[in-house]
Every structure is written in structure tokens, then in C-alpha cells.
């Protein structure tokens, strides 16, 4: 569409290298609390030269940034949910605003019985009180609240300030270099359900809703991280790209 040849999917893991360090200047007090939708806009801002992107239309601009609220659900996300909500209660606990967790909540069919995170408790993970306050906005105690995760830092920021833990592998996810479940057990700090984290594998292993559901810890309440159940940011966001600016793909088309 703009005549831009460039590599998306090198420009959606440069842009994902903006997202820790822009949350690190909040989380240091270097910079007030701001959601995150407004760092995905600076971001995109701080790569958009070496793209070319200065030429699109302001209507293409935020289409883009808004591409994280269209992040669409792993396969077995939806009915996972479903199947949790019956015992537990169940949250997103994300680094992303209410409003782009509510998108995407929608687009996926994701049916949290509520949303917290950043924006709810002000905090970005894996800063201790983005769980804290994750545990007290529902009056229970860390103990009494799971985090489930696919990234190693979250799970032992969580951990740390007594949430039990799970870990599910979501392949092409950038959160954990994959090398083989034993190995990451071995991980310094990563513990979980019971004495050391539950390991999922993505659906080729045990499945996680099944496991959880007969976990013997008994929880009041299961806090899950949206990265888990959204499909791998890096290859959405290459795919968004694509339709921003090599075609002429337009969000009326949507």
C-alpha cells in the first residue's frame, strides 16, 4: 500500500524489544505510570524511520498500535476458560490496559470473570505489587491465588511474594528459550503448584485445563496471564504489519 519493502517479522521482534525497557523506565519511577497502550504508540514511534512508517495515514498509525487488542486466542484458550470458571475464579493479570485486554478478551471469545493488571493496580510486572494488589483488589491472600504463566520472570516474581505457580509452554512465544521441560525446572527461582511450578506442554503433554482442575492445592482464586492464552505476539504482529502497509487492507475491512 505505502510501498514500503521491509521485513515484518524483524520489524514485529523490533518492536517487541521496545516493550520491556519502556515499562522499566515506569517501573524504576524515572517516568509517572502510563497504560500501555501509549508505550506501544511511543514505541512504534522510537523504530518507525528505520520502516518508513512516517508515512502512514494517522488512520493506519493507530490501527497498528492497536494491533496488540487484536491478538487472537490459542485453540484451546476459549473452552479452557469455560472449564475453570466452574470451580475458580479467573483473571487476566497483564502488563496491558483494560481496554486492550477487554479487545482482546472480545475478539477471543476469553471469558474472564474479571480483568486486572497494570492499569487496575498500577504496577507493571514482574514488580511485586503488580501481584499484591492483584491478590488484595479480590481480598485474598497470595497463597490463596495461582499465577499461570508462560514466561519465567513472571512466575518467579509471583512466587517470590507467595502466589503458587504453573507454567505452560506456548511455542513461538519469545517469554522462555525452550529447552526441554526438565531444564527448565532446573531454573534457578522458578518454583510453583505445590513444591516446583506445573509444567504444561503447549497441548502436546498433559493438558493444562485437566491438571489445574485437579490440582490439590485448593485455590480461591486462579490469576492467569493473558500471554498464555493469546497466540504468539511476534507472528500477529508481522501479519499486521503486512496488511498495514503492503496492501490495502483498511480497518473498514475488518
Known amino acids: 500500500k505505502y510501498g514500503i519493502n521491509k521485513n515484518s517479522k524483524q520489524f514485529a521482534d523490533d518492536w517487541r524489544a521496545e516493550y520491556q525497557p519502556s515499562m522499566e523506565k515506569v517501573r524504576s519511577g524515572s517516568r509517572e505510570f502510563v497504560k500501555l497502550d501509549i508505550l506501544h504508540d511511543e514505541n512504534l514511534k522510537n523504530i518507525s524511520k528505520n520502516y518508513g512508517l512516517d508515512t502512514l495515514s494517522k488512520e493506519d498509525w493507530d490501527w497498528l498500535v492497536k494491533s496488540w487488542h487484536r491478538l487472537p486466542g490459542w485453540k484451546d484458550s476459549s473452552k479452557g476458560l469455560l472449564r475453570l470458571k466452574s470451580k475458580f475464579i479467573i483473571a487476566s493479570q497483564s502488563n496491558g490496559n483494560i481496554e486492550l485486554i477487554l479487545n482482546m478478551s472480545k475478539n477471543s471469545k476469553l471469558y474472564w470473570d474479571m480483568i486486572l493488571g497494570s492499569e487496575v493496580v498500577g504496577y507493571y510486572k514482574p514488580q511485586p505489587e503488580a501481584y499484591l494488589v492483584a ?48 531444564q527448565w525446572k532446573k531454573r534457578k527461582g522458578i518454583t510453583g503448584c505445590i513444591e516446583k511450578s506445573t509444567v504444561f506442554n503447549g497441548g502436546s503433554g498433559i493438558s493444562p485445563w485437566k491438571f489445574i482442575r485437579r490440582c490439590p492445592i485448593i485455590l480461591s482464586l486462579l490469576i492467569l496471564l493473558s500471554t498464555i492464552f493469546m497466540y504468539s505476539k511476534s507472528l500477529f504482529l508481522a501479519n499486521a504489519v503486512n496488511k498495514t502497509i503492503f496492501s490495502s487492507f483498511r480497518k473498514s475491512n475488518l
Do not use: Q, W
Request: with cysteine; net charge negative; charged share 20%.
Open 135 to 182: 491478590c488484595e483488589k479480590v481480598g485474598l491472600n497470595p497463597n490463596e491465588c495461582m499465577m499461570v504463566a508462560a514466561h519465567n520472570s513472571d512466575l518467579s516474581s509471583a512466587r517470590n511474594v507467595g502466589l503458587k505457580t504453573a507454567f505452560i509452554l506456548r511455542s513461538n512465544e519469545h517469554g522462555i528459550h525452550y529447552e526441554g521441560i526438565e
